[in-house]
């Protein structure tokens, strides 16, 4: 009933001899799976596996049964020749990393460099993503685009490096991390910038999902009121920060020279001011000086 009800919602689906399809699998969810992804897999030759375990369960609850390949961080380059000498022979292959969407913190990136590189069709089927996840209820109203940094490195000089980069990082960063050094994350991150919002999003999609925002400085005692709150899986939403006011008499930057070239046409002149104030976090009196040049112009 299933994977006829897949069928039907996949409509027209295009199946290319020899295309690599890109899975998303659930993070947690088994109703979060996609019936197109249903559909994929049931369609496809073979199912490259960053985990074939994981896969064969996934496999097994669609009563679906295809043969494995492995494809992990540890192998990916030879397995992924294998994956496309399959391809080669025109098969169609699906690659489903443990859980979520592939080659973002998860193997499969060098695959698919490896498959369009050889002239192969590499379709992504989309879906569950815990970054995105985590991105939608953060409630980041500072927020201009992310970055997704994903696991920093675990010990010594690099994880060293990773953390001080954040504290110069003013943009939306999402973060994962494992049970077992989530405390150490959160102490770091509550020393170097404690006003900063930090949203930390546990078992996403799960029985015990929690999610809640609050300043870094606070993280650390939450996390220890509690030893059920060190287990799981988290992602971490670091809060972009306001634009750095500009000093009197600077340089306007670009956004806010063009939030003022956008408003001035059709606001009256202390409206564009105020609003490009707003938008931009720059002074209002060097953004008025500057909206009076540019109606002087």
Known sequence: MLLRAAAVAAGAQRFDRGALYVVATPIGNLADLTLRAIHVLAQVDAVAAEDTRVAARLLA????????VALHAHNERAAAEAVCARLARGETVAYV???????????GARLVAVAAATGHRVVPIPGPSSALAALSVAGDVQGAGFRCVGFL???GSERRAALEALATERGTVI???APHRVAALLDALAAAQPARPLTLAR??????????????????AWLAADAQRQRGEFVLVLHALA??????????DARAEHALAALLPVLPLKQAVALAAELSGAPRNALYGRALALRGA
């Open 203 to 220: 078992e996403l999609t799960k029985q015990f999902e929690s999610v809640l925002t609050q300043p870094a400085a606070a993280w650390p």
């Open 97 to 107: 990393s443990d859980a979520g969407t592939p080659a973002v913190s998860d193997p």
């Open 61 to 68: 609850h669609l009563t679906l049964a295809k043969p494995l």
């Open 243 to 252: 634009p750095a006011p500009a000093a009197e008499g600077a340089a306007l």
């Open 153 to 155: 490195p675990a010990k």
């Open 175 to 177: 973060l994962f991390e």
